[in-house]
């Protein structure tokens, strides 16, 4: 009984704290995607956490001064006098309640009370300025209305797209193919290539750029987007290949024998039940390497430029962090959309996730 019940408050905690790291981990996402709705002037004011409830000083009533009051001297405000820097601050009166400008040149005040209150204002805007190139406009925190042209994402969407989608299966297709061969065929310097396959694991990939991009000069592939796929595709092979491998190794021997047996050659073999075996696993392996070429910024800018017809979101992101910086409605909304097919790749896929990565490390 006694270890029972050890065992279910150990199992307790570690849940604990798991759901403690998940939450830390979450209140950053969810913090970039209320803000990827609020209007420009409430970023700017008040943070995300705002829109859930909360005790705020609120404007019960306003005080109109004489239009004469000399703001240099004591203000009177409901018998009371105050200085201009504090009023300007925000004072509290004798009753409670905090007496602060409104309009210090209209010479009106508001009279503030705490009461819990909510930030609803949302809009979609962010969204439109971000993803097209039209104009549109904002209101700035004071009052003034600014027309500010879009940044046009949607072409550097669609570029990602195109080149992520041929440097996530142009490798997997290929690694899947070479592990299936170190792992079940026999042929000359076998184990030698595999030991290279490895090998290359540990050399980084910037040491290689710039000899490969003097090829691609004087083969003419810079700047076009079948370069950056071979590029991702050279990069992504030997770590899909030895993942791929750890999985096929461990498939059973007797299910080929079978095939063999019944006069399958080794394509039909490979499409017939390799593949269909390994969906789990090139499907977690997918997940990896998708992340990595849509998330890339080094590889993309090295091998296609920073053109607008090619630009990817990465690029796209980091010139509106050069140029919009202080425009947090527009940044947050552009995070957000770079983060939706990364988001729903891995869902759409995370079922196989765990069994991809565990079906290779235990045999049986």
Known sequence: MRRRSSRAGSKTVVNVVLAVICLIWLI?????FVSSFRPATEILKTGWWTVLPHKENVAKDQIQLPK????RQPIEVNGQTFSDDQLREGVKSADGTTFMWQNRR????????PGWIMNTEFTAENYKGVLTGKTYEIKDTDGTVKTKKGNGMSQAFINTLVVSIPATIIPILIATFAAYAFAWLRFPLRKTMFVIV????VVPL?????PILRD?????????????????????????????YSYISQLP???FESAFMDGASNFTIFTRLILPLSVPSIASISIFQFLWVWNDYLVALIFIGNQPDVQVLSMKIADMVGTRGNDWHLLTAAAFVSMLMPLAVFFGLQKYFVRGLLGGSVKG
Do not use: S
Request: no cysteine; hydrophobic share 55%.
């Open 253 to 255: 021997r007797d299910l």
């Open 68 to 71: 004469d009051t000399d703001l």
């Open 216 to 244: 691609y000069t004087a083969l003419g592939l810079n700047g076009t987007f079948l370069g950056i796929w071979l590029a991702h595709a050279g990069f992504g092979l030997p770590l899909a290949t030895y993942f791929m």
């Open 106 to 113: 209209a010479r009106t005040i508001d009279v503030l009370e």
């Open 198 to 201: 490895i090998m290359l694991l």
């Open 206 to 210: 910037q040491i290689a750029m710039i």
């Open 28 to 32: 950053p996402t969810v913090g970039l």
